[in-house]
């Protein structure tokens, strides 16, 4: 599924403790389950790799008005926490204990 255009995935472990992934795709790769395998490995990899350098507990953040992206969180388990402004941007918080 080669198109030349960018998609992929952006990890930092940021200095709290946590992960940061960012993940994108090109409009014509949605709906095609790929976000959903991609935010379930993750969740599945941190399960099964505990590392006490990191906080057990996952957060996860969607543009608010972003059905889609919320629905990819909700199916690998995450619950909503909070609706939130992030440079100005509602955005909805999730976490995964």
Known sequence: MSSGRGAGDRVEVLSTGRLRVTTWLPGDYVDLG????????????????PDPRLIPELCAYAFAENGASRRVLEKVGFTLAEEVQRAGVPQARYELT
């Open 34 to 49: 790929l976000a959903t395998e991609i935010a379930g490995a993750l969740v599945g990899w941190h399960r099964e790799h």
